[in-house]
């Protein structure tokens, strides 16, 4: 039987505008349109040059800044501003970002995209130390290792602190009077640089430039930190360079079709994964249709290279609540089709060829298998555009168990009757590697690759890998053998 899990869902997404009058306004707007990166809570933290004012709330954007929480955010010099989907730490108000911390020598916010993965161990030593923890959060860690420094500077106190923790991580770093902003060595996460007249805008992703209005200048570089200040800004090493491993899922899934990550627009990354895929795995059918929405560039890149027609043979509802309440077990294993309706008269009779972007814990494939046959189609085919997820993510993806994870666990064809398709095919990792298009060549193609083959790019404890006991001794055996990319 298929657990009855959600499917991938990342940590959070990250603003900064430094050097703007409405620095706190234009953080908001960057915040909704990385809403997609996380909706169970949301922050702003606002500096006027003298005190830093913070708001959060759990919930969507909109609803946590209404127009006098807005209005609570005093000054005009600079802010930072954090979406979160709770998979370190857990949920909860006081897990919420940015972080804000009062001392003595003044105060400091922390917004975090990412994972720290030897968290729990840092934790450990500083509570040893004297320490005490306010909130569950791996960010917290880092705000501690920041205090506890002797080094005079807080871009050199930073730059001690990162140089403590493991993982994938994009930090925002804001007082009464700096910025600083840092990616990890690999640049796990993607963080972009843009300029709004004078004013600097940073974001995690580049449409939230676009809304802002900002032009678009740079990809910041991973192991750099940067420093925005009054006299301008400054970027400089932290830690020695390490290789590019940016996270796979970002093109296949995360990021809007719109960003564009190292100068590689999304939705034509998906297109190109989505022609590989035909390539690897043709089938006769008279229509292709892609899961609303992450997977619709790749069922169109489908449709293009095996000149079958594409239709919008999925609808997805926009109006059912992050919460959606049903009260019985019969109405939750029909809840799908309040988020997602197949079009009859478009599947109807139809051998159908359905793209989807992963398949992580099969509940949802299986739904909406059942969708499209009850809605008339003849034969559905599923294609994914991304290789087997068999290991677990511990970089701010909630797959951190890999028993739960359905391709770690059963075969293709195992996955195929429990789902109830036609037919099933993935993408190869040699044709991911194609499709995004850094690099053909796997080993040089500067991407995370860890969930489909175990080959994690940051040290990961063993642990962390073998959580469950009935993973036995050959996992042990794989784990203790992971390589950088």
């Not at 603003?15 to 349109?33: F, I, K, N, P, R």
């Not at 050199?156 to 140089?163: S, V």
């Not at 449709?303 to 079958?308: H, K, R, V, Y």
Request: glycine share 10%; aromatic share 6%; charged share 25%.
């Amino acid at each position: 039987m298929l657990p009855e899990l959600k499917g991938l869902n990342e940590e959070c997404g990250v603003v900064a505008v430094w050097g703007h009058e409405q620095a706190a306004d234009l953080t908001y707007y960057g915040l909704h349109s990385l809403q997609h990166r996380g909706q169970e809570g949301a922050g702003i933290v606002s500096s006027d040059g003298f005190q830093l004012t913070g708001v959060k709330g759990e919930g969507l954007v909109s609803e946590v800044f209404r127009k006098d929480e807005l209005a609570k955010l005093v000054g005009h010099r600079a802010a930072i501003g954090h979406v979160r989907y709770a998979t370190a730490g857990g949920g909860g108000l006081e897990n919420v970002q940015p972080l804000l911390f009062h001392s003595q020598t003044g105060s400091l916010a922390l917004a975090h995209n990412g994972n720290l993965v030897n968290a729990d161990e840092k934790k450990a030593e500083l509570e040893q130390q004297g320490s005490i923890f306010q909130t569950s959060s791996d960010t917290e860690v880092v705000a501690h290792l920041i205090k506890r420094s002797r080094t005079s500077t807080l871009q050199g106190k930073i730059k001690e602190a990162l140089c403590q923790v493991d993982g994938a991580f994009a930090f925002l770093f804001l007082t009464e009077d700096e910025l600083h902003v840092a990616q990890d060595p690999y640049g796990l996460r993607p963080l972009s640089l843009g300029k709004l007249g004078d004013a600097y805008v940073i974001a995690s992703e580049t449409c939230a430039l676009d809304v802002m209005g900002a032009e678009f200048v740079k990809d910041l570089v991973p192991g750099e930190i940067t420093t925005i200040t009054a006299e301008g800004l400054r970027s400089e090493r932290y830690t020695k360079e390490a290789p590019r491993a940016m996270c796979s899922m970002e093109y296949v899934y995360f990021s809007r079709p719109d960003s564009n990550i190292d100068g590689i627009n999304v939705h034509t990354a998906r297109k190109q994964l989505g022609k590989e895929l035909y390539k690897e795995a043709p089938i006769e059918a008279d229509l292709v249709t892609g899961v609303p929405d992450s997977s619709i560039s790749a069922a169109i890149g489908y449709a293009e290279a095996s000149g079958i027609p594409y239709e919008m043979g999925l609808l997805k509802n926009r109006y059912v609540g992050r919460t959606f309440i049903q009260p019985s077990q019969s109405l939750r294993e029909e809840g799908v089709k309040m988020k997602l309706s197949a079009v009859r008269k478009v599947v109807e009779g139809k051998r159908v060829v359905m793209v989807d972007d992963s398949i992580v814990r099969g509940t949802t494939s299986r739904r909406i298998v059942r969708l499209l046959k009850e809605a008339g189609a003849t034969e559905v085919h599923v294609r994914i555009s991304s290789p087997p997820i068999t290991h677990p993510c511990f970089y701010g993806i909630d797959t951190s168990k890999q028993e739960e994870l359905i391709a770690a666990t059963h075969s293709v064809e195992e996955i195929l009757e429990l789902i109830g398709a036609d037919s099933l095919s993935y993408l190869s990792v040699e044709g991911l590697a194609k499709g995004i298009g850094r690099h053909e060549e796997v080993s040089k193609c500067g991407q995370c690759l860890a969930c489909f083959t175990g080959m994690y790019p940051t040290p990961v404890s063993l642990p962390l890998l073998t959580s469950r006991e009935e993973r036995g001794a050959a996992c042990q055996e794989r784990t203790q053998k992971l390589v950088s990319i």
